[in-house]
């Protein structure tokens, strides 16, 4: 790329060097979405994990759980731009992933009988706003 | 920033008509915040040189620069401030003009 502050640019190149970059940008900032799919993902697989097995294979499912969020912790601070959806909509997301978290956590503990098939449905519950986050980030 | 005169060339900013200083602009126009190994990478400049017309552009109150640290690394992020983004957007606006008075001239 040219360094000169004094190259004098053609509109068109000007204009093509502004969509390139406007583009980068944009691909730069997909990581939120590829984010919020994976902790929905791996949110789910946890709460499976907790309601069909037990013992030392649902202590496992709880470490591989910390183990990836603290994976995606480190991936999220590693990344360089942020688009302003992620600026807008970081802050209800999280706060709705932690509520239904602690939510599914509760019901699944106290509500279903052994065997039951709910808790892996209500596993489901807290990739929703990640999930539906994600779709909203990517479309854009 | 512009020059005077009827042709729309005139009223294209000059702080943003380079390619540093466009390709710095247009990156921040579509994101939140972006760090500054982004844009040097995306550019492909040096730090000095980068550091240089985002100085320039913070001077004109074009963009503003958060410092922080990430896992205790310092790094800088640059956001787009409303002065900046109406610049850029009455800049496309003028680049358009251009380019559409550039083919009319060609077709007559």
């Given at each position: 790329m040219d360094q000169s502050s004094s190259h004098e640019m053609p509109p068109a190149e000007a204009l093509g060097r502004a969509g390139r970059m406007s583009e980068l940008a944009r691909d730069g900032s997909r990581w939120f979405g590829y984010m919020l799919i994976l902790l929905g993902l791996v949110t789910t697989g946890f709460f499976v994990g907790q309601a069909l097995t037990e013992g030392w294979l649902a202590a496992a499912f709880a470490w591989l759980y910390a183990a990836c969020v603290a994976g995606l912790f480190w991936y999220v601070n590693r990344q360089r731009v942020v688009s302003r959806p992620t600026a807008l909509i970081t802050r209800r997301v999280t706060f709705a992933y932690v509520s239904l978290v602690i939510l599914t956590s509760v019901v699944n503990s106290t509500l279903w009988d052994d065997g039951s098939l709910w808790p892996c449905l209500v596993a489901l519950l807290p990739a929703l706003p990640c999930w539906s986050a994600a779709w909203w980030v990517l479309r854009r | 920033m512009s020059e005077s005169g009827?042709?729309?060339?005139?009223?294209?900013?000059q702080l943003i008509h380079t390619p540093v200083r466009l390709s710095i602009v247009s990156a921040l126009a579509e994101a939140e915040q972006v760090e500054f190994r982004f844009l040097r990478d995306s550019i492909e400049v040096s730090d000095s040189l980068l550091a240089k017309h985002l100085a320039t552009l913070e001077e004109a109150e074009y963009i503003t620069a958060v410092k922080g640290h990430v896992l205790r690394r310092p790094r800088t992020w640059y956001s787009l401030t409303a002065t900046g983004r109406r610049a850029f957007d009455d800049y496309l606006a003028a680049l358009r003009r251009i380019v559409d008075h550039h083919a009319e001239e060609e077709r007559s």
């Open positions: - | 009827s042709h729309p060339r005139h009223a294209l900013d």
